[in-house]
């Protein structure tokens, strides 16, 4: 399996994404990464010069960049590794560069599987029921059409099902409440079409507060409501960890940290979203795979795991397969 890693145009240190690519290759007999982006950047950081192959890109994609300006970069490093896919000279491609840059992009150069209107962006989330949550779309498509959701819910039943393993996965149309006249015309389209379809397991409509207990497997969403519920579910773990954090350093609550610690670093670990950072823009020809603009070594490590799964469960073939039927 040969893999193409974008290093270039994201907010951290190359050295982040080298790093996590060495290991991964360390830790996986059969694969490859080929890196893109300034060779004169990339080599004082390898072990040796043949560690591992670099093609050279001459260009960056910053994160200021807009889409039209990255189709202008034909040279740039997340141009050529997508190109590069592409050209079916590597089964899938991972960046941390500009998101709006990168959707544009893969889905100009990769195409969309026939039958399918639209890719999105697709994380898994950790809950506290341990079952996790598969949740798209969180930043492709700002705005959705029932169908644009109803083929959503087709393809993440296809990833619940293949990369973790579960049978007939639950699924949930992301609202501002459980009524069914809740919403807008778009949500009650796609309650619709999941109602009739019985082949799912459909839920209804699901509230945000809901998601991280594990209320459903699967939660489906347009792209800019996805995009703010992950963004305030990572902060607002966040935020709870340091407030933790802070209590723990007064003396009065030294007692107390040393009989919780075990489980606070328990369920750091649990929520930590750097331990499941990337999101797999599903519905393309060919796997690809967003991580975060800040992604350091973790987050680099645990895209390229996804980036792996996913390939290496011919996710596209069983979606292509599964829309024959429909």
Known sequence: MKLALDVM??????????????????SHDNVQITLFGDEAKIKPLLMSPSEFEIVHCADVIHMIDSPLTALRKPNSSMFQSIKYVADSKADGVLSAGSTACYVLLVYSLLKTIPGIERPAFM?????????GLTLLDVGANKECTGKNLYQFALMGKIYCESIRG???PSIGVVNIGSEKEKGFAFHHEADELLSNDKSMNYKGFVETRELL????????????TGNITLKALEGGLKTVTNCL??????????????????????????????????????????????????????????????????????????????????
């Not at 994380?123 to 079952?131: A, D, E, F, M, V």
């Not at 207990?213 to 800019?224: P, T």
């Not at 007692?255 to 823009?281: E, M, P």
Request: hydrophobic share 40%; glycine share 8%.
């Open 213 to 224: 207990h594990g209320v459903v497997d699967l939660a489906i969403c347009d792209g800019y």
């Open 245 to 326: 954090k802070d209590q723990y350093k007064k003396p009065w609550n030294w007692l107390g940290a040393l009989f919780s610690i075990f489980a606070i670093k328990g369920l750091k670990k649990t929520f930590d979203y750097k331990n499941n950072a990337g999101a797999l823009v599903i519905g393309l020809n060919k796997i690809a795979v967003k991580t975060h603009g800040s992604a350091d070594y973790q987050q680099f490590y645990s895209s390229l795991e996804m980036l792996y799964k996913s390939i290496n469960n011919n996710v596209i073939d069983k979606i292509k397969e599964s829309l024959k039927h429909e």
């Open 123 to 131: 994380p898994y989330l950790p809950t506290s029921n341990g079952k």
């Open 9 to 26: 145009g994201f907010e951290n240190e190359i050295n982040e994404a080298v790093r996590a690519a060495r290991d991964f290759v360390s």
């Open 166 to 168: 579960i049978v007939n």
